[in-house]
């Protein structure tokens, strides 16, 4: 195997691979480490381990969409997966993920919420129903979080609407005793805001565009040492800042566009991404691969 210094070495071995193989690769979505997404890494793992009581502490991790919050979610989730307790006969999970139906309404999220712990409940169950269902198999599961995606739905409902699902959300920390994680646009500030006891125990954690400074080298620095790429690739600070601005700052869309460009480099035989080719925008894609 021909050796690749400049890769990670858990990477270096697809290297060698065909084209289709090494592009096929580059494709799939992969964690990749930097300080924000740590930081609120850490966070959740802080609230996972706190202790119950009364008012339990909440997050609200908010940013335009493609920012990698569900990804900080799902790295999570893996990080912390359920268990099964063979006396019992009860999958334990720590993380319960759930996203807020498109137009709040409390029917429509305990059926959500039941489908997601693995209980569909009866169509033609009362909110009385739905909800001590819900509250028992909580229990049963033993959950140490609740998250909350796409919370910013909660603001196309009627202001009445939007009161009766924080309501929930409260009621249901305040039962189980655990931490509520919500995510969302940053209108989701927005819409926690609407329960000012609620939003008094939520603690905030943007995550903002990124800005060609140090810790986007390091994001990118990262991206590359994960991409089997043959050659390194070595980007000037002008191209590193263009390719910040022509993609908003968004996560996703800056790895959508370096992922592209690696392909096309594996493509093309560069490579490797060089800067002309994210200043220029003169990338050749040839259609066909290599054995």
Not at 61 to 67: E, L, T, V
Not at 110 to 117: A, G, K
Request: charged share 25%.
């Amino acid at each position: 195997m021909t050796a690749y210094p400049h890769l990670d070495p858990a990477v270096q071995g697809h290297a060698d691979l065909s084209d289709r193989e090494r592009i096929e690769h580059i494709r799939v979505d992969r964690w990749i480490d930097y300080p924000r997404a740590r930081q609120a890494l850490d966070k959740l793992e802080e609230l996972l381990l706190f202790p119950k009581r009364a008012r339990m502490p909440n997050l609200l991790i908010f940013g335009a969409s493609g920012m990698g919050k569900t990804m900080i979610i799902e790295k999570f989730v893996r990080a912390n997966p359920p268990s099964f307790d063979e006396s019992s006969g009860i999958h334990h999970r720590p993380v319960i993920v759930v996203q807020m139906v498109a137009s709040p309404d409390e029917g429509r999220f305990y059926h959500r919420l039941l489908s997601v712990i693995g209980a569909p409940p009866p169509t033609r169950a009362t909110l009385g129903q739905l909800e001590t269902q819900a509250l028992r198999l909580l229990q049963e599961i033993a959950p140490r979080m609740l998250v909350i995606d796409e919370v910013q739905n909660l603001i196309a409902g009627t202001y009445r609407e939007q009161r009766r699902m924080l309501n929930l959300l409260r009621f249901l920390g305040n039962e189980l005793r655990i931490p509520l994680i919500c995510l969302g646009s940053h209108e989701a500030r927005d819409a926690i805001r609407g329960d000012a006891h609620l939003n008094s125990r939520f603690e905030p954690y943007g995550l903002a565009p990124w800005r060609p400074d140090a810790d986007f080298h390091g994001l990118i620095g990262g991206l590359l040492y994960s991409l089997p790429l043959r050659l390194p690739s070595e980007l000037t600070d002008s191209a590193l800042k263009r390719l910040v601005e022509a993609n908003g700052g968004i996560t996703d869309a800056i790895f959508k566009t370096v992922r592209g460009l690696a392909t096309d480099a594996i493509l093309n035989g560069t490579e490797r991404i060089t800067s002309a080719a994210i200043l220029d925008h003169r990338v050749t894609a040839p259609t066909t691969f290599a054995a």
